[in-house]
């Protein structure tokens, strides 16, 4: 396969992927956003499981069944894709303001449509609205989809990504490389153009934050979807290591040395995605609030854009350099590294939570300025709400990545500093399953222990 | 933007960042010794530590990930030629550590461990050593076919889609299409090949996902090496082997040990070489699970009985010590077949 037809392949599917996935995202959302308090919580992470539990896993688990077999591997890709790309959808679609044209607004366009000038009207609306607001998720979806390298790899589907590794193993040079990306780059650079079109020329509204109400059928269609979610994505590739997990923790538990290195490199990767989500974080918002020029902001996304390996191995390189060889043994080219591949992403988040600013927030500041204590209270809750929430669950979003790109955590660790990813796919090669069983477990279940006490943390601060 | 927008990021960068310092500033000793393992961490892991143990040598180890088996870390040690991290390198293959050679970056050492291992798998100015071979095998499911060189000839013939292997462009695959290419010429190789590829065989990433689907029964039969068929025997699966034999000799590749030009702990570089190549880390590597076969001389009694039968095939095998030209050759070829 060539590369062109590569790149259009990945491109194609990305599309197919993002569009097969937005009736479910939009549904889920909606049970999620039906109710309020804890049971959204859970909701919420229920809904975001499939998407944290590693992708390794998952492609270590269907790449018997279907590698080597181009049609059903090209077919298993597409469902985990889809299956892995949902939740991204719905924190996409948690954080997009509500658009002015509303469901109701649509719905008397379209009791009169007599003349194809009314059908247009109808269109135009529904592009002005619904569509628009849309956008940003699903450029967000599609970017994601189009980067995929490690699930596509493993399955050896069609992949742009995996198109470069096997040229790099066949000993590509880095700048033929780099000229490689160019088709690609374009690519994510109109999609992330599109996004940042969309949310600049649309008049938006804060989205509600008093929870909706679901239809009972959407309820029961939205349980069935998220069942299906995690049978494919998390039960069925935890399936194959449970049957080792009890020998795996009792070996963990008898060799205490392991353990603590094991906790050790889930540590180093964990703060090192934390610091790269951050600094992507405030980076975009540079780019957005002083520079107010998508166009500064899009070219510092071009590194990223070349996907975790090009710029991997680009670092590598730089690194080398006289002037900078000095901090090769550090964190800090991984630090960049992981910022870099992180900031297209962090941009898109960013830049419709900024859009986010309205009287709402007015009104949180002025009743936590207020006097009376309940009512300072009320404010502290709505700024959380509508503030602090949707911040802390886009760097959740951006730390998950992060941290589970093997790729970029692989090139760029110092020796001595090893992230718990990469340990998780040499022990792959030889199917240890109990020792796989009981790495996974603490890989996957630390960092979410580690966030929740973060946020629990933070809110016993702020009361 | 409201006061406090800040807080939860504050929070995860500072907490990140204080974490991170403590964790680099807690590893960061200039005195340990950076190994590049490409061998696997669950056999490498417990012998570093042992020579830790047993010489008081702080050893940094560097693994590497089945996706980029062995090229990774020779690849890294390419790219970081101008500024060495690596001290010792210890790889599971000796054509990308005849790729360093090559280029010069390879220090010599002619240690005890050099000694003693036959000058067929060592280098012979000490650029590198040879320790614990693996055999390339016919992996066969038993309960579907015998594992008999006419059974496998007839399966290769009439169905070569219930046959698996890796993709070539790798690992020990790679070296067994350099060894097909040397013996028969690249044509015939890319004819053969084709040929397969034709007609549906199974191609997958890598020799443990060959294993799998042998032991499942999904495939037949499948190239493999000796480590991943012995994890698969080990688990209770109906596998048997061959060797396989090309001009009736088999093809057996060692590990490798070798220091890397521009180290900064030349003497410590060196105890550990002599560490990995002495009889004691062969019986021990043979005596694990990947049954890896000793290269240097052992007292009768001392391997494991499957071990013993390997060795004798091990004394069979063609010599690999030449195939870096062929190397390139083929990677050539197969970068465009895979990735034109």
Sequence with gaps: MTYTVAVWGTLVRAVLVTLAAWPVVQNLEAWVSSVDGSPRRWRLAAVLLPFLFPELLVGYAYAPAVAGLPIPAEIATKLLLIIRIIPVGVVARMLTPTTLVTPSAIHCRRLQLRTWHDRYQLWRLWCLGPLRQACPALMLMLLVNFQEFELAALLKSTSWTDWLFVQQVGGLSLGASLQACGLPLLLQLAMIGVAIVAVERTPLVPGSTTPGVAPRAHSRAAVVLLGLMWIFGIVIPAGVLVAGLPTGLWQLAGQPSRGQGLIREMLTGLAVAGAAASAAWVAAGVFITRFRRPVIGLVCCLPGLLGSLILGLALVAMFQWPLLAWVYATPVRWLIGASLATLPRAMLLRLWLERNQTAGLHLSQLLSDSPIAAQRRQGQQLHWRLVEQPIALALGLLTCWSYLDLTTAYLLAPNGMPSGMVRLYNFMHFGRTSALSAEALVLMVGPWGLMWGLARLWRGLRS | ?340
């Design chain 2, 1 to 340: 933007m409201p006061r406090n927008n800040a807080g939860p990021l504050a929070l995860l960068a500072s907490v990140s960042a204080v974490v991170l310092l403590v964790l680099w500033w807690s590893t960061s000793s200039t005195s340990a010794l950076v190994v590049y393992c490409a061998h696997d961490a669950v056999y490498s892991d417990e012998i570093l530590e042992e020579f830790e143990r047993q010489t008081g040598i702080q050893v940094e180890p560097r693994f590497d990930t089945e996706a980029t088996k062995s090229l990774g870390l020779v690849q890294l040690i390419q790219r970081e030629r101008a500024h060495p991290q690596c001290d010792v390198i210890w790889n599971n293959e000796l054509l990308g550590t005849l790729a360093l050679q090559a280029e010069g970056l390879l220090e010599p050492y002619q240690g005890p461990g050099w000694e003693r291992i036959p000058p067929k798998f060592r280098d012979p100015q000490g650029n590198w050593v040879g320790i614990g071979a693996r055999l390339r095998v016919w992996i066969v499911n038993h309960r579907q076919m015998t594992a008999s060189e006419s059974d496998i000839a007839q399966l290769l013939e009439l169905e070569p889609s219930r046959i698996a292997m890796a993709q070539p462009m790798f690992g020990t695959t790679l070296t067994h299409y350099c060894v097909l290419a040397r013996e028969w010429g690249l044509p015939r190789l890319q004819e053969w090949h084709a040929d397969l590829r034709l007609r549906d065989l199974r191609e997958v990433p890598g020799n443990g996902l060959v294993k799998d689907l042998v032991a499942a029964g999904t495939c037949d039969a499948g190239w493999t090496d000796t480590d991943d068929t012995f994890v698969a025997k080990d688990a209770g699966f109906p596998v048997d082997m061959l060797p396989i034999r090309v001009s009736r000799q088999t093809i057996a590749i060692p590990n490798t040990v070798a220091i890397i030009r521009g180290t900064k702990h030349r003497q410590e570089a060196e105890q550990l070489v002599d560490f990995l190549t002495s009889k004691e880390i062969e019986l021990r590597l043979a005596k694990s699970t990947a049954r890896q076969i000793p290269l240097g001389p052992t007292e009768a009694g001392e391997l494991p009985d499957d071990v013993r039968q390997l060795a004798t095939w091990a004394s069979e095998s063609v010599e690999l010590g030449d195939l870096l030209p062929i190397r390139g050759q083929v990677l050539d070829w197969l970068r465009q077949e895979y990735a034109p």
